[in-house]
């Protein structure tokens, strides 16, 4: 059974940082591509970053560019998302997801893990 299982989140002032993590397990994902994305409240859900595990190639949305940082550590098996100068427009849950295909579409992603949720106050 594939798991991904996200942790990290919390409440944040802006300007201030926080390291997400997602502990991958279940099969290998040499092959994959891992994602976040978020959603906020009424708004569709939207890429952030992506980290392709075999080359670690990283690719990142306009909107976090600069800012947040992807990274993923093999022995653990986790991937994590370093987000830093955090904005309230940053609030939403985040979400991690694994991909055999990559990219930006959330529908390209096969499996998703629970969520965290990330607020940022101004």
């Known amino acids: 059974q594939v798991l991904l299982v996200e942790s990290g989140g919390g409440l944040v002032q802006a300007g201030g940082s926080l390291r997400l993590s997602c502990a991958a397990s279940?099969?290998?994902?040499?092959?994959?591509?891992m994602g976040w994305f978020r959603q906020a409240p009424g708004k569709e859900r939207e890429f952030v970053s992506a980290i392709r595990w075999s080359t670690g190639n990283t690719y990142y949305a306009d909107s976090v560019k600069g800012r947040f940082t992807i990274s993923r550590d093999d022995a653990k098996n986790t991937v994590y998302l370093q987000m830093n100068i955090l904005k309230p427009e940053d609030t939403a849950v985040y979400y991690c997801?694994?991909?055999?295909?990559?990219?930006?579409?959330?529908?390209?992603?096969?499996?998703w893990g629970q969520g965290t949720q990330v607020t940022v106050s101004s």
């Open positions: 279940g099969r290998t994902f040499s092959n994959y591509a």
């Open positions: 997801a694994a991909s055999l295909a990559g990219g930006w579409a959330p529908e390209n992603y096969d499996y």
